[in-house]
């Protein structure tokens, strides 16, 4: 009985696997549309129907493994320092990048992320748990084979598709630009500093020896006056351009500030211009306790900004209203402050054209933009060219009892 049920039972197993190859094989051409007319038929013979479908199951292993070193070589080829790791922790994938920055044997096929954390010198749960790409992740100095390094280091869990999960490690090189980012400091500090000092000593000096002249009874010296003149010019130009580099910083560093204070402040620095031009500020806002979260130094400018162009462009005689009001919507979660600034304007017909690029108190509109954005706030315009004029910003408030 064994002689005879072992053939029989080869034969049926042998038939049970050529089926399977069978279906798979015809699972893969409804992917080769081109080769369906071609596909397997009921009439051929089991032997050429299993090559068939074994030609196909190879073509199947090769276009994978072709894929495959598709994605490692666009993987090599990514500017960034990355590696994969399976969910015991053991590198799949690293890149060229990396293994430039840690070494071949760092990055071998045995080698675990318990390795790489030390070499990096960060503790094990920093580089083995998911980030928040909401939270900004601090540059970190880590030495690698080409000296101390800059990095922003990026980790995230991915689902692999062939089950388990896979955790990606991105660490991105921000050595230049952190060097860049010092320099840039480094010439503020000096526009704000070192540069201002002998302008401020000149300025001093060219007082002084003014009074003194007065005193004695001398007329003005027209030069001493220009002198004055171009160095005042001079540090407005400094304290503009440092402005406006501060500006565009990708944080702020803020403060609370009460916004009523700010207000007052910005109305109280063009007041002299308004009252030469014959304009009167008017501060509509009832006293309230609406605190911001400010850079001081950039909101208040940009107030002032919006001011002076509504001085420039108001008529004679006319008056121009602020006013702040807090409002709160059932479906935010914070109070706004609205600052809004109504003047009514007269701009001849010949100069319509230059609506959209009206100059500003030193710094153009652009800026006033960049500082409400990066408070989280927002502005809008309505100027015609003839009628009342209004500005309105928004901005994220707490209100104190």
């Known amino acids: 009985m064994v002689?005879?049920?072992?053939?029989?039972?080869?034969w049926r197993r042998l038939e049970a696997i050529v089926s399977l190859v069978q279906d798979k094989a015809q699972d893969l051409q409804q992917l080769q549309p081109s080769q369906r007319s071609s596909g397997l038929s009921g009439a051929r013979s089991s032997r050429e129907a299993v090559l068939n479908s074994a030609h196909l199951l190879d073509h199947a292993v090769s276009s994978a493994r072709s894929e495959l070193d598709f994605l490692s070589s666009v993987v090599n080829e990514i500017p960034d320092a990355v590696a994969i790791?399976?969910?015991?922790?053991?590198?799949?994938?690293?890149?060229?990048?990396?293994?430039?920055?840690?070494?071949?044997?760092?990055?071998?096929?045995?080698s675990n992320l318990t390795a790489l954390a030390s070499c990096l010198q960060l503790p094990l749960d920093k580089v083995?748990?998911?980030?928040?790409?909401?939270?900004?992740?601090?540059?970190?100095?880590?030495?690698?084979l080409l000296g101390p390094r800059d990095f922003?280091?990026?980790?995230?869990?991915?689902?692999?598709?062939?089950?388990?999960?896979?955790?990606?490690?991105?660490?991105?090189?921000?050595?230049?630009?952190?060097?860049?980012?010092?320099?840039?400091?480094?010439?503020?500090?000096?526009?704000?500093?070192d540069m201002r000092t002998p302008l401020a000593s000149i300025l001093s000096l060219t007082h002084k020896s003014n009074s003194e002249g007065q005193s004695k009874g001398?007329?003005?010296?027209?030069?001493?006056?220009?002198?004055?003149?171009?160095?005042?010019?001079?540090?407005?130009?400094?304290?503009?351009?440092?402005?406006t580099v501060s500006a565009e910083a990708p944080q702020y560093k803020v403060q609370q500030v009460l916004l009523d204070n700010l207000i007052n402040d910005a109305i109280e620095q063009v007041a002299d211009l308004a009252e030469a031009k014959g304009v009167q500020l008017k501060d509509a806002s009832v006293e309230s306790t609406l605190f911001v979260m400010a850079n001081?130094?950039?909101?208040?400018?940009?107030?002032?900004?919006?001011?002076?162009?509504?001085?420039?462009?108001?008529?004679?005689?006319?008056?121009?209203?602020?006013?702040v009001q807090a409002?709160?919507?059932?479906?935010?979660?914070?109070?706004?402050?609205?600052?809004?600034?109504?003047?009514?304007?007269?701009?001849?017909?010949?100069?319509?054209?230059?609506?959209?690029?009206?100059?500003?108190?030193?710094?153009?509109l652009?800026?006033?933009?960049?500082?409400i954005q990066k408070h989280h706030g927002h502005i809008s315009r309505e100027i015609p060219t003839q009628g009342t004029a209004t500005v309105q910003i928004s901005l994220p408030c707490s209100v104190m009892n």
């Open 3 to 10: 002689v005879l049920v072992q053939p029989l039972w080869a």
């Open 85 to 110: 790791y399976d969910e015991k922790n053991i590198l799949l994938l690293g890149n060229q990048k990396i293994k430039n920055l840690f070494g071949e044997a760092l990055l071998n096929k045995e």
């Open 128 to 144: 083995s748990q998911s980030q928040s790409n909401t939270v900004p992740q601090p540059v970190l100095q880590i030495p690698t």
């Open 152 to 193: 922003l280091l990026k980790s995230a869990n991915l689902t692999s598709p062939f089950g388990g999960n896979l955790h990606l490690l991105i660490l991105s090189d921000m050595t230049e630009l952190r060097q860049s980012q010092t320099q840039r400091d480094r010439a503020l500090q000096f526009l704000s500093h």
């Open 218 to 243: 001398t007329r003005p010296n027209l030069q001493r006056e220009k002198i004055i003149h171009h160095a005042n010019a001079l540090l407005e130009m400094m304290d503009d351009f440092i402005l």
């Open 296 to 323: 001081t130094r950039l909101l208040l400018r940009a107030l002032i900004n919006l001011i002076y162009n509504a001085v420039k462009f108001s008529p004679i005689g006319s008056t121009i209203t602020i006013e």
């Open 327 to 364: 409002q709160s919507h059932p479906n935010a979660p914070e109070t706004h402050a609205v600052i809004t600034l109504t003047n009514p304007v007269e701009i001849h017909a010949g100069s319509a054209d230059l609506i959209p690029s009206m100059p500003g108190f030193g710094l153009g």
């Open 366 to 371: 652009d800026f006033v933009d960049t500082v």
